[in-house]
């Protein structure tokens, strides 16, 4: 009974420095990498309302490891993300596309947040631009 009053104590000690002692390795932050997009603003320009707009943000791998896209979030419901889900290799490329749902009329400028294994993690991309007003309008009559 003795030594099994002593032993456990002693191998939670030894856990406790273990856990504190030796670092936990996370591949997504030992290998850090490094993204280059051609470009991190796109401007729609005046577009029609309804009709939803595509963007795309084509970046490269420019580090010395795989790059992992983790998550892409957008600031708003109206902005939908795609991208690339397998890890870039160094030296090639990848694309972010953003569908905006032009719904209502006037300007609006959207965030695309992008969570990745680069050292700027998130990085922010950008598009803008104005809904014009619906050809059609609707009248209520009073009848």
């Not at 030894?14 to 002692?21: E, G, R, S, T």
């Not at 595509?54 to 957008?74: H, M, S, W």
């Not at 596309?97 to 991309?125: C, M, W």
Request: aromatic content about 12%.
């Amino acid at each position: 009974m003795k030594i099994y009053s002593l032993a456990i104590p002693l191998i939670v000690a030894i856990l406790v420095v273990f856990y504190f002692v030796f670092p936990k390795s996370n591949i997504a932050t030992d290998r850090v990498s490094e993204i280059s997009f051609t470009e991190s603003q796109i401007s729609f320009g005046v577009i029609k309302q309804g009709i939803p707009q595509k963007a795309v943000f084509t970046f490269a791998n420019t580090g010395a490891y795989p790059l992992l896209i983790q998550n892409v979030e957008t600031s708003c419901g109206c902005t939908v993300p795609e991208w690339t889900k397998k890890p870039v290799k160094p030296g090639e490329s990848g694309q972010i596309t953003v569908t905006y749902d032009a719904k209502y009329p006037g300007r609006f400028h959207k965030t695309i947040t992008v969570f990745a294994n680069v050292e700027d993690s998130p990085v922010q991309l950008n598009i803008s631009g104005e809904v014009g007003f619906s050809d059609q309008l609707t009248v209520i009559s009073d009848q």
